[in-house]
C-alpha cells in the first residue's frame, strides 16, 4: 500500500479540534519518535510478548488515524488480530510492514 503524497491536512485539522499548533507538535512529536517506535516493534517481537506487540500496534494505529492514514490503520489493524488469533508468521510480516509504514510517514511529514 503506497502512501499518499500528499496529507489531508483538512481532516487532520478536523480530528484535532482544528488547532495548527496541536498538529504542529503531534507532527513533530512523530518526527521525533518515529524510528524509537519501530525499535518498540522489532523489541517488543523479539521478546515474545504478545501484550508488548499489540500495545505498539494499537499506538501506532492511533497515530496512523491522526494523520489521516487509512492505510497504516489497517496495517495496525491487521497486526492486532494477527497476533491475537496466534498467526505468528503473518504478525512477522506485519510488523516489517508497520516499521515501513512509519518510516514512510515520517518522511512525508518531514517533506510537508
Known amino acids: 500500500m503506497a502512501l499518499a503524497r500528499q496529507l489531508d491536512k483538512a481532516t ?17 512529536l512523530y518526527l521525533q519518535e518515529s524510528e524509537n ?6 523489541d517488543a517481537q ?3 510478548v504478545v501484550a508488548n506487540l499489540q500495545r505498539v500496534a494499537h499506538t501506532l ?14 496495517l ?8 491475537k488469533a496466534g498467526r505468528q508468521a503473518e504478525a512477522e510480516a506485519g510488523v516489517a ?4 509504514r512509519v518510516r514512510d510517514l515520517a518522511a512525508l511529514l518531514r517533506a510537508t
Open 76 to 83: 495496525a489493524l491487521n497486526l492486532e488480530l494477527a497476533l
Open 46 to 48: 523479539a521478546s515474545g
Open 61 to 74: 494505529k492511533g497515530l496512523f488515524a491522526t494523520f489521516v492514514d487509512e492505510d497504516g490503520v489497517v
Open 97 to 100: 510492514q508497520l516499521q515501513g
Open 12 to 28: 487532520m485539522l478536523e480530528r484535532l479540534g482544528g488547532d495548527e499548533d496541536i498538529l504542529r507538535e503531534v507532527a513533530q
Open 37 to 42: 517506535y519501530c525499535r518498540k516493534l522489532a
